[in-house]
């Protein structure tokens, strides 16, 4: 599998999209700037200053599909003509009341309807805490008694999530429940395995997540394998390494913790591999969906394809990768007819602000990566013979 081929990679960007792209991977390269580029959007948007007009012409176009459906629709039909599909997401994050829960519960709802309709839509999405307080899914997952008024809006969260799940079933739509920080995610947990048990008797539709960069997801990996036997439902998993370390070991650090995340990125792969073994093993009980950026663990995946004489599109192994990420990996892989998804968030730009830090954060802490994309846009502009550089 050549990863390399950058003209696969790149032919859906014009020689002007290439250069503005090189320009805001070298810009989050550097995390020094990042770290006060952060903080400069973070305030600016809490006073009101005209920053969105910055971001929508760098950051915001590079990861994000645009403000609406109409736009990501736009973005989705472009990418099936390169056999790539996708999954939209309304990408708001850190909302805290509940006029906005309602309203996020309706963009699923509808984002459902819509990828039932479009066959470059294989999947859909959520995040447990868009439809509720996290103060709760926090106290929830803590064993933490509520108050009357708490429990009365927990129900009200629970309500969205699985009238999210029903919907999602009776369309026939797969969809997954996003992972989360460690410390809201017991009850996620909770929640995905009793919707899989309930809506995957017959088919796959709810795929829970795992963040492989965490100590203790080998272990509820075994046990979430064994329950699915056991209570003989289709385990839906999508495999993730997690995207809230630094989050994660600074609340254990403050708390006085260990932290819940391995010490090292060696570590976390180690994980990540081990968990692909264990699934790989039992791939006639479960659906795969690996959302990774790792040319490694992909390889990995390939080898056990080829040598079990699987084919390259086998309909239970599903690639995916980021929007504005990793477009070698993503054009490759489908160019060789593997089951690529690219993942398509859209919000207004104010809303994804949260999603586009965790960007450029994760890009600055995988600076290897971020080199070789800046290295295959070269690449590709050299054999374009494009000499803005
Ligand atoms: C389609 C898709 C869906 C996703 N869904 C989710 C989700 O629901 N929840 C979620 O949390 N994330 C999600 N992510 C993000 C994902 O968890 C990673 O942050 C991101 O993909 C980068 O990891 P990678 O596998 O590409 O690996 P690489 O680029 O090889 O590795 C980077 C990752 O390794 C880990 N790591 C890096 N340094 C260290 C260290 N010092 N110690 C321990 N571990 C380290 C971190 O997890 C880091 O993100 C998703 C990603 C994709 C592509």
New binding site residues.
């Given amino acids: 599998m050549d990863f390399q081929n950058t003209e696969i990679a790149y032919r859906l960007k014009s020689n002007r999209q290439l250069l503005k792209t090189l320009f805001i991977f070298r810009l989050i390269s550097n995390s020094v700037l990042v770290s006060i580029c952060t903080k400069i959007i973070t305030w600016s948007l809490r006073f009101n200053l005209p920053i969105s007009e910055i971001l929508d012409k760098t950051v915001f176009k590079q990861f994000c599909a645009g403000i609406d459906e109409k736009d990501s629709i736009k973005i989705v039909k472009k990418l099936k003509k390169l056999n790539v599909n996708s999954y939209m997401h309304y990408a708001s994050e850190g909302i805290e009341s509940e006029k906005d829960f309602d309203n996020n519960f309706k963009i699923i709802i509808r984002t459902i309807d819509i990828t039932k309709k479009n066959t470059a839509l294989p999947f859909t999405v959520f995040?447990a805490s868009s439809l509720g307080k996290f103060n709760l899914f926090e106290k929830k997952s803590a064993g933490s008694a509520l108050s009357e008024i708490e429990k009365q809006l927990w129900n009200k969260t629970i309500d969205r999530i699985k009238s999210c799940c029903k919907h999602a079933a009776r369309q026939n739509v797969r969809i997954?429940i996003?992972?989360?920080e460690s410390w809201i995610q017991p009850i996620i947990d909770e929640i995905a395995e009793s919707l899989m048990e309930k809506f995957n008797q017959e088919k796959t539709i709810i795929f829970t997540?795992l963040?492989m960069?965490r100590k203790d997801r080998l272990k509820y990996l075994n046990k979430i394998i064994q329950n699915s036997v056991k209570k003989k439902y289709k385990l839906g998993i999508?495999l993730?390494?997690?995207?809230?370390?630094e989050k994660e070991n600074e609340r254990a650090y403050k708390n006085g913790l260990p932290s819940p995340?391995?010490?090292?990125?060696i570590?976390?792969?180690l994980s990540?591999n081990s968990a692909l073994d264990l699934i790989l093993l039992k791939i006639e009980k479960c659906d795969l969906?690996v959302?990774?950026?790792?040319e490694k663990?992909i390889k990995k995946i390939l080898k056990w394809m080829k040598e079990k004489k699987i084919a390259n599109g086998y309909s239970k192994i599903w690639f995916?990768?980021?929007f504005g990420m990793?477009d070698h990996i993503s054009f490759n892989l489908a160019f060789q007819g593997y089951q690529v998804?690219k993942?398509v968030p859209y919000g207004p730009i104010k809303e994804v602000v949260p999603y586009l830090i965790r960007r450029a954060e994760?890009n600055t802490?995988?600076n290897s990566?971020l080199s070789k994309e800046i290295y295959l846009i070269k690449k590709e502009m050299k054999r374009r013979k494009f000499n803005a550089i």
């Fill in positions: 995040k997954f996003d992972a989360e997540t963040q960069y999508k993730v390494r997690g995207a809230y370390m995340i391995f010490e090292n990125k570590q976390t792969d990540f969906f959302g990774t950026h790792c663990s995916s990768q980021l990793a998804v993942y994760e802490s995988v990566q």
